[in-house]
């Protein structure tokens, strides 16, 4: 068997644009022939795949699943929300979720763990791309468990069942009846996919938000032409206010618009006749935070064309 070298899986990689691990694969499948290792990576659809990894992939699908205690969220994106439509796509995104709900939410990790029909996620998704001919990746995963009472999901937009634009996860610890915190579990999901907050708590406000916002209250608060006192607590009040604006148990419930969440919770628990603890959530919202490159179609036809 031939060596394979660092030089030869940086060449092979520069001429099929497959990753590092796939390059190295193909040059031992091939007895270190590079010709040979290329066309093997084609074979595999592994050198079509890396060609779009370049592509930004903006759409797609946000998962949830849960089972009793314990619930995940995922996000996988393609480039089309036509994808989202593809049985193949959907597919994945629902076993990838059930994956993260069995074994966790670390998106390296998932990449590597068994796909029920055969090989890794990464493996699976590399197929994917492929065949479906557009980018996808695997984003992020996330999954809450509690020691007693239940996870419960809600999906906003949704596409098919389980799967769709927002996905929520709202974690309640209890004694309280399930129905009852499937209920109560429920409308706060529906809440914070409306609400959108930052965080459970004011304490999870991260520290470069609030920093954000305090030198924007400051600009504003020095056209004001106040005494610098005066303009000082102008702006503690303006931060002060976008922490408990943000932070989930202080927000107000979006069914009624003016009890806080953290006393719906209570009131929950005193019907029930036992306490009732939010203790964590997810919102994961699709492509959320990635920066969409814009096209000129026309232009793009014009190019292809040669004009």
């Not at 005193?270 to 920066?291: C, H, N, P, W």
Request: glycine share 8%.
């Amino acid at each position: 068997m031939a060596d394979i070298t660092a030089a030869m899986v940086k060449d092979l990689r520069e001429k099929s644009g497959a990753g590092m691990m796939d390059c190295k694969k193909a040059l031992a499948e091939a007895n270190g022939d590079m010709e040979a290792a290329v066309d093997w990576l084609r074979a595999k659809g592994l050198a079509t795949a890396s060609k779009k990894s370049s592509r930004t992939a903006a759409e797609g699908l946000v998962g949830v699943a849960v089972n009793g205690t314990s619930g995940a969220a995922v996000e996988v994106n393609s480039e089309t929300d036509f994808v989202a439509k593809n049985d193949q796509f959907q597919d994945f995104v629902r076993n990838v979720t059930q994956i993260a709900l069995a074994k966790g939410d670390d998106v390296e990790a998932l990449a590597n763990e068994a796909y029920p029909s055969g090989g890794t996620v990464a493996e699976v998704l590399t197929n994917n791309i492929a065949t479906i001919g557009e980018n996808q990746t695997l984003r992020r995963a996330r999954r809450l468990t509690v020691d007693k009472g239940a996870v419960v999901a809600y999906v906003h937009n949704q596409v098919v069942p389980g799967m769709g634009k927002i996905g929520v996860l709202v974690a309640l610890e209890s004694d309280a009846p399930v129905a009852t915190l499937d209920a109560l579990g429920r409308q706060l999901a529906m809440h914070v996919a409306a609400a959108f907050p930052l965080a459970l708590d004011e304490s999870g406000i991260p520290a470069d938000m609030i920093e954000r916002e305090r030198k924007i209250a400051s600009e504003k608060a020095a056209e004001s032409g106040k005494p610098a006192d005066v303009i000082a607590k102008m702006v503690d009040g303006a931060v002060a206010k976008f922490v408990k604006e943000n932070a989930l148990l202080n927000q107000l419930f979006v069914m009624d618009g003016k009890t806080k969440i953290s006393d719906v919770v209570a009131a929950a628990g005193k019907e029930a006749g036992t306490s009732i603890v939010l203790k964590d959530y997810v919102r994961f919202q699709l492509g959320e935070g990635i920066e969409k490159e814009e096209s000129d179609f026309a232009a793009e036809v014009a190019a292809a064309a040669g004009l």
